[in-house]
């Protein structure tokens, strides 16, 4: 009976420093709000002729290589919405959440995309092949309407 006490209490002991299969734990006291990321929550669509992905996450959100990428706060943060090189989106009031909402964007193609005031062309904001924006500036955050990939 001894013995069996023994056992119980070095399996609870190894059950508490995380030691038993699928019980790993570790101490993330240490770690900052910089180093630790919640994970993100991607959802991509079909709308119209072109492709889109919206991708929610805390702290800054990376655009992938071969994607256009636009965020509604400054500095890639916030929600991100992103099309693969060669998509386009000519109304943003049809993506709930983006229009007159973005205010960073990173262009990791090799295409000059550009973003339209309103849906109509008019003003324009060009977005060079691998360049990118943490700021839209005064006049154009939260003023963007359609993306062009044939350029402005």
């Not at 995380?18 to 959802?43: H, K, Q, R, V, Y």
């Not at 943060?77 to 099309?83: A, E, I, L, N, T």
Request: proline content about 6%.
């Amino acid at each position: 009976m001894r013995a069996f006490k023994i056992v119980l209490a070095v399996a609870a002991l190894a059950f508490t420093m995380g030691a038993m299969p699928g019980t790993a734990s570790a101490d993330e006291s240490s770690l900052t709000e910089a180093t630790m990321s919640s994970p993100a929550s991607t959802t991509c669509h079909e709308s119209g002729l072109t492709r889109y992905c919206k991708t929610v996450q805390s702290g800054q959100i990376p655009c992938s290589g071969g994607w256009i990428c636009l965020f509604t706060d400054a500095d890639y943060r916030g929600v991100m919405f992103s099309w693969p090189a060669g998509n386009h989106h000519p109304n943003f009031a049809r993506i709930p959440g983006l229009n007159d909402a973005a205010t960073s964007w990173v262009n990791n193609t090799s295409i000059l995309y550009c973003i339209n005031w309103d849906a109509a062309p008019g003003l324009n904001n060009d977005m060079p092949p691998m360049t990118k924006g943490g700021y839209l500036g005064d006049v154009w955050n939260d003023q963007a309407s359609a993306l062009s990939s044939s350029g402005c």
